[in-house]
């Protein structure tokens, strides 16, 4: 069986490429599609040196910095990789991968991180921050992203199977296609994280200063509690205006390194986390170390973390994105803090190992393949 992965473009090693990294995992001799492939010499590790086939887009001008602005032409560059040798196509998609051409003695399995986020539910938050509300810029932008929706819901049809990375995933992926598909959580290095039981009187949150992390919002709710210390790991274009914010009881140590990171999520009272994210990988290795989750009740944290309503809770949910229902769940943590165990958060974690997901994702290829073999009998007869 020949097989070839398919990525959206390969620039960092974030949540997508570690998804990428297991795929590489079951399938070494597998060949590596991508738009476009910047990733630095020394950290070309995780998908084991390969050779990587790109578009056109790699040899744009300014792509290097720039390649997201070629976003309406990546549905034409994704339609160029020739794919016509493979048995078995796997796509890793958050944007344009899914929609490369397949013929029909041919396997597609797609991974779907999300429907493209700024062409769908995200479309007005998106033109907003860019400043692409109104104006010739705005309309061609606005006109751009009808075009992409077009063809994102064209090419939901061209994948045999699709995957979800969570359930409210799954149920974007039906809003928006109205195809069914299968939950296989991503992979978290738990096993990276050890688990602590003594903790510290402080709490933390961790992540990249970015607007819909939210990391304003924690920082001002602590801000008003100036009996409780939070550390803030992690740094960004938002760094300075989130500072500013800060009272002298919230420490924003910038960019840590993994060790000093981990060390801190390992003795922090709760982890904290505001955003609302398609899975969020920090929740599961905070509680990877046994440390409890104060998370906002929408999106994947809902499935990765378990309530004061479960048997065996591992965190407090708040339900608006406000400073006082912030508040509130960090007080409704203190006052039943002595339910949550924290060997039951490490336990909790642990669902979401990469060894899990590798043979989740097997087994569904294989069932796959098994059914696809079927209809071609039952076709041939």
């Not at 939901?156 to 149920?171: D, E, F, K, P, V």
């Amino acid at each position: 069986m020949k097989v070839a992965i398919v990525h959206d473009w390969l620039a960092v090693y974030a949540g997508a490429e570690k998804v990428l990294e297991q795929l590489l995992t079951l399938y070494p001799d597998a060949d590596l599609y991508s738009i476009v492939d910047f990733l630095p010499k020394d950290e070309r590790g995780f998908i084991r040196n390969k050779r990587v086939t790109t578009s056109f887009i790699q040899k744009m001008p300014f792509a290097r910095s720039k390649f997201r602005h070629y976003l309406a032409l990546m549905p034409f560059a994704i339609e160029q990789f020739d794919l016509s040798e493979y048995d078995l196509i796997i796509s890793s998609s958050y944007a344009v991968a899914k929609g490369v051409i397949t013929g029909p003695d041919q396997l597609h399995i797609s991974y779907v991180h999300t429907p493209i986020r700024y062409a769908w539910d995200l479309q007005h938050q998106y033109l907003k921050e860019s400043g692409l509300t109104r104006g010739l810029k705005g309309g061609i932008a606005k006109w751009m992203l009808h075009r992409m929706r077009l063809w994102d819901s064209r090419t939901a049809n061209g994948a045999n199977s699709l995957i979800a990375n969570s359930r409210y995933i799954s149920n974007r992926i039906w809003k928006v296609y109205r195809r069914q598909s299968t939950v296989i959580y991503p992979p978290v290095d738990v096993q990276r994280f050890d688990f602590e039981d003594r903790k510290q009187n402080y709490y933390m949150t961790a992540s990249r200063m970015v607007p819909y992390k939210r990391i304003d919002l924690i920082v001002e709710s602590f801000s008003m509690m100036p009996d409780k210390k939070l550390i803030v790991i992690g740094d960004g274009p938002d760094f300075a205006k989130i500072k500013a914010k800060a009272k002298p009881n919230v420490v924003l140590l910038g960019y840590q390194p993994a060790d000093r990171l981990c060390r801190y999520m390992q003795e922090a009272r709760a982890f904290v986390f505001a955003a609302e994210e398609d899975f969020g990988i920090t929740p599961v290795e905070a509680q990877a170390c046994g440390t409890p989750v104060i998370a906002f009740g929408k999106g994947g944290a809902l499935e990765t973390v378990r309530g004061l309503d479960d048997a065996k809770p591992t965190g407090v949910f708040f339900a608006r994105q406000s400073v006082e229902s912030l508040i509130d769940a960090v007080r409704e943590f203190e006052s039943r803090e002595a339910s949550i165990s924290y060997q039951e958060c490490r336990e909790n974690a642990l669902r979401f190992s990469g060894e899990i997901f590798r043979e989740r994702f097997r087994r569904h290829v294989e069932e796959q393949q098994a059914g696809y073999l079927n209809r071609r009998e039952v076709d041939s007869r």
